[in-house]
């Protein structure tokens, strides 16, 4: 357990230590992420206005060292959603903050208007410094200067030039173990909450001690070992598995097979150049160029999903080229060459944007009649308009839906303003009931109904049957509860098939916290945590009528397998109100 | 009554002529439009997608000759608020729809992508005609040239170059007497839900037969005439009274010494130079130039509130500079130029844009550095990029909310996406109720308390009072009527305070329907309006935590009176809930 709390007044430009109330203890991630945003923010506050905070919060487990649990949680309301956001990060910055005792940083407060400053955390104390000389830079190249004059022993979270215009879709980038800026809270525009406080980095030093407590060192050990093993064994999680031999990306031939990775704006659900940018051809190019493959994204990784891509001539190390990634900015765009689409996703990481969203508002765009599909030089010329902050630039930076209002397009696929991830609803029903009913908006990591749905993990189920609301809610809280751990996601492949896995899992919790919490607690503490965020939502004026996908989805069947997101408002609404 | 209805299905390119269903017969206007969007639009829909439909209803009255009947409704959902939306404008097009035996024209699916269409109704039936020509044409020179194709004795709807843009604050222009593009149905953009559908205009010939029918002419005749005297009787109403003598714009100098006229984005509530666009000098202006003051908007006005504004050699003659306009683009922009505000309000006018939105849009890019406060050369060229349609133009259209998002402003004067008009709801706190809880977003005339608060008609209340639910609920259920029955909103001035006014009004409606309601009927009836609107409104999403004013105008004290918006959620939401 971590013991501090860090308050951080951009108006006054303090830094305050505060002991963790005793109610907070036993949080971590998300949970505490949540709870602080719903204790402190007015749930009618204006996303960039005085009221609203952002914070930041390792998981329960997180510099505990146990396996894959290098997860970082950033929490507000989002600018993106207009509700609660907590939006999830695999880093090294995670471990730091952990390492330091630090449980929370809270940002409150604004600034002078368009002053920046940076939260220097080191062994001798926290300070704000002025970072103005930052501002219009992209994050790879402030990345390196940070490094130049803090040192390379830090670990950064930053606010890029798309913050800066305050836009929806800015996230928070963070350093992946190479000290580059690859790591994201992407989604819901954490990154313009952050900059609208005038906080552009926080630059945290490593640290030797581990100032992180575990309280049952025993328990924790015991349940650490027996993660690991199921780490190890499960097909999806080991040592030259899925996962770790092609990264998040070898979904593309998988999905694309189901008919459900969505092209050109969602219009198709297949198209046989999907395999052009498939995680296996992207795993051969990365092998012919000398690039990384596999990769950790945080020290604690056992699956190492992660990669580091290159341009063609093995220069210019980019980072990962995710999944969701490569879909969105990819087949979504009619664009089926990874060399585009590796440039986009660096214009993302460089500009502080989230991919998902990025890749949806180009393909809204074209949509619109911007430019044309597959036009990759056209898509790439749309991200110098954000470098240069034109009203184009502006327009796009706020993401699909937005994009789609300015060039008059009715088919956006958002759910609550988010943009929906690489899986299309309507041949897979259950991931749309996530994506319909989640307080996050349009969200897969929210509850992954694709692991018994396409990939047989977790039990089995049929993807066009449209009684999905038990498989979402279950997925969800057990979502609510890893993100609060501090674990990765992918360890719920291997918790959900091995029972040791859960068991394991559990027990760290419980090792680190000193509690004695079932399989059936740490399942009610996921809903705990999702009735709280959908409190805030429904004061924020989110209402159940917000829990569906958008009308177009209804209207058009999607080929080949010619399917309609038939799944009844009554069954979403089930998802909750039989909770 | 009118006993036909016209059903425009732009995906076949057909018009068809239906009856009026029973449960129809008695309805008019608002209350007609209101209730076919919600048989007929599902509330889910995108508004600019397949299902939504834009409905025109002339009232109940309309067409009968009673005095001030000269206004239609526009209907649908509005792309602005989200919600279901009625924009009320006066103009001689609702008499001729009337006397040609239209009750209402429903406006439904889309014709093929960039398509558009004119609908001529004549005496030779309807015609759907291509009506390309006229794309990105402003709408004085095409009524001018519509004009010249088919006759002068025609009244015309149209939706402008914003319309094309889709955007949401695209109004739809109706003709005013001398048949330029002045008249509108400004709020809510309903513009871009006409020109979504493909159509362009509605072209309607003037008629000598009159086929609306008044089914008990005695009860009619008698009303019409107490509804006449008591307006030819009363101060604000009669000849040579506030409104004859000054029009709408006699507020600015009242509004602005009670500390409620916004200055500069609602950061002020009064300032001296507002005295330079008043009403008083806005007449002598009028009468320098040879323009027209007093001026009927339609036929059977008796109040004559209107006027034709003229550029300062006294040519261009551009229509009325309303109140609300003079305000939204002066100072609320800190502009206090009445030609400035000319030429903006003739760009609305000519873009087919909203005033009080535009000029709240305007005054949101000032607040977020677009251009500095008070640049009126600025606010013009602003215009010009709509008119080129380019990005900045697209962000524009959409209006101050979008506006601002684009900018990152958090100070945006909207509720439900619509901006306020032109008095603070801080120092006045009753129109405040009724801009947060009316279903059409921010709307003055949805409940028009400022009378009773300022001006002491219809009785009087202290402007600083939060207890106001009871008031705006009456004026709102008042209003729906009123618009129901085609009446201008001003006779409310005469029937509040004169009781054989309020007897004459409500037997010109008994009259023409053959009914014998009585004025708690007319009450309920509008109650009855407003609750299917806000179940329109429910489940398209809109929950009672929209029914709230922006959180900045709680946050900050409105100089000189330094109030903030005080009024209690409880006694927002009691204005239904205890309905």
Chains 1, 2 share one sequence.
């Not at 996303?47 to 329960?60: D, E, H, Q, T, Y």
């Not at 009528?545 to 177009?552: K, S, W």
Request: with cysteine; charged share 30%; hydrophobic share 35%.
């Amino acid at each position: 357990m971590c013991s501090k709390m860090l308050r951080v007044n951009m108006e006054e430009l303090t830094v305050t230590t505060e002991e963790v109330p005793e109610e907070y203890e036993k949080l971590g991630g998300r949970g505490l992420t949540s709870r602080i945003v719903n204790d402190e923010v007015p749930p009618k506050a204006h996303p960039l206005g005085p009221n609203n905070k952002v914070v930041f919060a390792p998981g329960i487990v997180t510099g505990s060292g146990s396996p894959n649990s290098g997860r970082l949680s950033a929490g507000g309301k989002s600018p993106l959603t207009g509700g609660i956001k907590e939006s999830n990060a695999g880093t090294p910055f995670t471990k730091t903050l952990a390492r330091r005792g630090i449980k929370a940083i809270i940002v409150e407060g604004r600034a002078e208007k368009d002053k920046y400053y940076l939260l220097k955390l080191g062994d001798d104390g926290e300070d704000l410094i002025e970072a103005d000389k930052w501002i219009g830079k992209g994050l790879y190249e402030a990345y390196d200067e940070l490094h130049d004059e803090f040192g390379d022993d830090v670990e950064i979270a930053g606010a890029g030039i798309a913050a800066e215009l305050k836009a929806s879709n800015a996230g928070i980038s963070y350093t992946d173990p190479e000290g580059r800026s690859t790591r994201y809270s992407g989604r819901g525009g954490l990154g313009a909450v952050m900059a609208s406080r005038g906080l552009k980095f926080i630059v945290a030093e490593n640290t030797k001690e581990n100032r992180m407590e575990i309280k049952d060192k025993e328990t924790f050990d015991k349940g650490k070992k027996k993660l690991a093993n199921a780490l190890m064994e499960h097909d999806v999680t080991k040592k030259g598995g899925a996962l770790n031999s092609y990264g998040t990306s070898v979904l593309i031939n998988i999905i694309n097979e189901s008919g459900g990775l969505p092209q050109r704006n969602f219009s198709e659900g297949s198209d046989d150049r999907s395999a052009k940018v498939s995680g296996e051809r992207k795993a051969e190019l990365i092998k012919e160029r000398g690039g990384v493959r596999p990769h950790k994204c945080s020290p604690s990784c056992i699956i190492q999903c992660s990669e580091i891509w290159t341009k063609e001539d093995g220069k210019d190390p980019m980072g990962v080229l995710e999944y969701e990634s490569v879909w969105a900015l990819g087949p979504n765009c009619d664009i089926y060459d990874l060399d585009v689409i590796g440039e986009l996703n660096r214009a993302c990481n460089d500009l502080g944007l989230d991919t998902i969203e990025t890749g949806n508002t180009i393909a809204v765009a074209m949509e619109g009649g911007l430019l044309d599909f597959g036009d990759g030089e056209g898509a790439l010329k749309l991200m110098d308009e954000i470098y240069d902050k034109t009203a184009l630039g502006r327009i796009l930076a706020n993401g699909a839906e937005f994009t789609g209002e300015a060039f008059g397009v009715d088919r956006i696929p958002t759910v609550k303003g988010q943009s929906m991830p690489a899986y299309d609803p309507r041949p897979i029903k259950g991931i749309g009931v996530t994506y319909a009913t989640s307080p996050m908006g349009a969200d897969h990591t929210a509850g992954y109904a694709i692991a018994p749905e396409i990939m047989g993990v977790g039990g089995e189920a049929d993807p066009l049957d449209t009684k999905k609301a038990d498989l979402s809610r279950g997925l969800q809280q057990a979502t609510a509860m890893i993100d609060s751990a501090g674990y990765c996601l992918f360890i719920a492949f291997a918790i959900m098939d091995i029972d040791e896995g859960m068991e394991g899992m559990i027990e760290t919790v419980n090792g680190v916290l000193g509690t004695d919490y079932s399989a059936d607690d740490i399942m009610k503490m996921g809903m705990d945590i999702l009735e709280m965020e959908r409190e805030f939502n429904k004061k924020a004026g989110i209402s159940k009528e917000d829990d569906r996908v958008p009308e177009f989805m209804k209207e058009e069947k999607l080929p080949p397998l010619d399917e309609d997101f038939d799944v009844p408002d009554e069954e979403l609404d089930r998802v909750f109100e039989e909770a």
